[in-house]
């Protein structure tokens, strides 16, 4: 399996310094065969990234779109229009299900709309420091993977990324906590037991599973290296070059 290494923008950079930043990244990178790298820009520079990016080395990323193809609906974008230009889709960050009020019905439905769109979706999944505390996370992440995944084919289970993302070790929430690797490993465990256990070993464990929570490139060697951990989704850290890069170094060597 490849190691994923995807840059979560959030809302930040406008067109024309999102454009820069690719420029400089493409620039810097090569090649590799083990390493998948991706960045996630807003909505509105993902169209003029995907004539600037370099596929061979790269890919992009969807931060969110709605799951109808087309139709009465004001303000949205829709993985059929990202068709061709977003190679995967962040759904069900925990920004988007406690700002935004996505449920995991919709987040659902935003998978198997992505999937029917050849866009791989990165599922986010992640208990709140609440739901840590009161011993619910084995829960919360069960009901997420579970019905997040609940309108796709079972065969296309091989498309999709799950990401754990801990809302309590995300770096712009407050009082924010770097998880352990323990912590992590045992999440990840949970996550891979429930993919085996409902689409069978051989699809099941072909899934990666990333994780994301205020990584960078001193802790990211230390990820990288959980086990049962493919790939790390990074935050505030994917906004600045030499970190992002930094990062990507750490994957190679981790996978050499
Ligand atoms: P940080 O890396 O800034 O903690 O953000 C994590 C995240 O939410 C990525 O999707």
Redesign the pocket.
């Known amino acids: 399996m490849k190691t994923y290494i995807v840059g979560?923008w959030?809302l930040n950079f406008t067109v024309g310094e999102a454009s820069i930043y690719l420029h400089k990244l493409l620039r810097k990178m090569s090649n590799y065969r083990d390493v998948e790298v991706a960045v996630a820009p807003s909505t509105i520079a993902l169209q003029p990234l995907s004539l600037q990016v370099d596929r061979h080395k790269m890919k992009l990323c969807a931060q969110n779109a709605f799951y109808r193809d087309y139709g009465a609906f004001t303000g949205e974008t829709s993985f059929n229009q990202l068709r061709g230009v977003a190679d995967y889709a962040?759904i069900g960050?925990?920004?988007r299900r406690y700002i935004f009020g996505e449920d995991d019905k919709m987040i659902a439905k935003k998978v198997a709309a992505a999937v029917r769109n050849r866009i791989s979706p990165i599922l986010?999944i992640g208990e709140t420091e609440s739901e840590r505390a009161f011993g619910e996370t084995a829960d919360v992440i069960q009901d997420q993977l579970v019905s997040g995944l609940m309108d796709i084919a079972e065969d296309d289970i091989e498309k999709v990324i799950v990401?754990y993302?801990p809302v309590w070790?995300?770096?712009?929430v407050k009082a924010?906590k770097l998880a352990t690797p323990d912590e992590i490993a045992e999440v990840v465990r949970m996550i891979r037991q429930i993919l085996v256990e409902t689409y069978g070993a051989e699809k099941g464990e072909k899934v990666p599973i990333l994780f994301?929570?205020?990584?960078n490139s001193s802790n990211a060697g230390a990820y990288l290296t959980v086990p049962g951990v493919n790939g790390l989704?990074?935050?505030?850290?994917?906004l600045i070059l030499s970190e992002f890069t930094g990062i990507i170094e750490v994957a190679k060597r981790v996978r050499s």
């Open positions: 979560n959030k962040i960050h925990s920004e986010c990401a993302e070790a995300i770096s712009s924010a994301g929570g205020s990584v989704l990074v935050g505030g850290a994917s």
